[in-house]
């Protein structure tokens, strides 16, 4: 059985070991956690699209801007578009995106700003012979690439026509080549008034815009399009700015977009950036629509950081912000309790183990000066000498203040053995009392029998 105890003895050692390997762990991670956030936080990585087009534009006038008027550095990602942002900012590869909020499902996103409209703008080359969407089937026609916003609200928009992509030629290509490939009929571009390539296009003067027919349905389908007109002459060319009259459409919002785990200050930094009078003097488009009072967020969940920067005293309050900063960091949250709460194991755990070390030399000590008083008890009763009496009685106070002074913050003195103690102290002081005045008594009746006593 020996074997079994020493064996259990180094195991509950190594259990401690680990306990606080753990804790050390745990507090290393905290503290390599905040000096990375403390530098990554100085980075803002915008996702924006392909440089010719606008939502990259964009992102450059912001970055000015940004690193202009604070300490932070903005890293532009040249993307596919609006679905390849969507997946860069759930994988945490990017902090901010540029999103059409009709092309990609905004579950799990939070919205920092509404930006600006992008319009459907429905080209067809002049002389193609199209007047309707229906006209495109079986023709080289531009959808948008792969993971673009383009390509998916082209495919809305040709499915409730009742259009397959499959029925469209060449219809990943991107827009600009219908400057260069003249087979191209026409493509359908969702984007801003104000992006480069689009006005390039235009400004050729080979190409006109299509109203597109019964829009009010279109839009019915989907909460993120709206019917809209593109403005007569908003496109420069070499003859009549086109398009020559107002253009029936629909529009979406783009949107700057993050998660919640984006921290508040960068929101805050940024936002205010975003509505600054520099960065709205050359991007004079950019939406003032408030999200908040306007029921923008009722179908697109804001940044809690947003909500305060739009709607300062609506009443969030400090719970709101807790709320947000723990599911932002739920996962450090997590770790640090984990630390803190096998940190106060091993704390309680070490202080048990302190106080029954300190019991156990208390015990040992009553047990010691309970012995004494054993051998006390026992000469006093052998004796009869009234000075070897008063010894014992001045040596029995003395053990029990001696065990009063060596046990205390042991905790023995809580236990039945220390009031046994204390009793038995009492009994033997009590017996030598007794001894030494009855002892006295005959010393003064008989002294010569006093002083022939002999110690036992």
């Known amino acids: 059985m020996g074997w079994i105890m020493d064996l259990w003895e180094r195991m509950k050692d190594v259990r401690s070991w680990i306990g606080w390997a753990i804790v050390a762990v745990s507090a290393l991670s905290l503290l390599t956690w905040g000096y990375m956030r403390a530098n990554q936080d100085r980075v803002v990585q915008v996702a924006t699209a392909g440089k010719g087009g606008y939502y990259y534009q964009f992102g450059t006038i912001l970055k000015r801007h940004v690193e202009k008027a604070t300490e932070y550095q903005v890293e532009l990602l040249e993307t596919k578009g609006s679905v390849d942002n969507r997946s860069k900012l759930l994988k945490g590869q990017a902090d901010m995106a540029i999103l059409q909020t009709s092309a990609v499902s905004m579950e799990n996103l939070r919205v920092v700003a509404p930006l600006w409209n992008d319009y459907i703008h429905f080209i067809v080359r002049d002389g193609s012979g199209i007047a309707s969407p229906a006209d495109i089937s079986g023709k080289p026609f531009v959808l948008g690439p792969e993971g673009s916003g383009y390509r998916a609200s082209s495919q809305f928009i040709l499915s409730h026509y009742g259009i397959e992509p499959a029925d469209v030629a060449d219809n990943t290509a991107y827009f600009k080549e219908l400057l260069t490939n003249d087979s191209l009929q026409g493509a359908i571009v969702t984007t801003s008034l104000m992006n480069p390539d689009l006005q390039d296009v235009m400004a050729s003067g080979r190409f006109r815009l299509l109203s597109l027919p019964a829009l009010e349905g279109v839009a019915f389908h989907n909460i993120y399009f709206r019917t809209v007109a593109i403005p007569r002459g908003v496109y420069a060319t070499s003859g009549i700015p086109r ?3 107002p253009t029936d459409t629909i529009a979406t919002e ?13 929101v805050e930094t940024v936002m205010n950036v975003l509505y600054s009078g520099e960065l709205r003097s050359e991007a004079p488009h950019l939406t003032d629509r408030n999200p908040v009072t306007d029921s ?11 909500k305060s920067f739009y709607e300062p005293y609506s009443g969030l309050g400090v719970f709101s912000n ?17 630390g803190i709460g096998v940190f106060l194991y091993e704390w309680r755990k070490k202080s048990q183990q302190k106080a029954r070390e300190k019991l156990r030399k208390g015990r040992e000590s009553v047990e010691r000066l309970m012995a004494q008083l ?24 003395e053990v029990k203040y001696r065990g009063l002074e060596e046990t205390a913050h042991t905790g023995v003195q809580e236990t039945t053995l220390f009031h046994v103690f204390l009793q038995e102290c009492g009994n033997v002081i009590s017996q030598l009392q007794w001894r030494m005045e009855h002892g006295s008594a005959v010393y003064r009746e008989r002294p010569e029998e006093a002083r022939t006593g002999t110690e036992g």
């Not at 783009?254 to 960068?266: E, G, H, I, Y």
């Not at 923008?296 to 947003?306: G, M, W």
């Open 254 to 266: 783009a949107v700057l977009a993050s998660t919640s785990q984006v921290p508040d200050r960068m």
């Open 322 to 338: 807790l709320i947000a900063y723990v599911d932002r960091f739920k996962e450090m949250i997590l770790l640090g309790l984990i």
């Open 296 to 306: 923008f967020e009722d179908f697109l969940n804001l940044h809690a950081a947003a």
């Open 374 to 397: 054993a051998w006390l008890e026992r000469s006093q009763k052998e004796t009869k000498d009234l000075r070897a009496l008063q010894r014992y009685y001045d040596e029995a106070f």
């Open 243 to 245: 398009p020559a009259e």
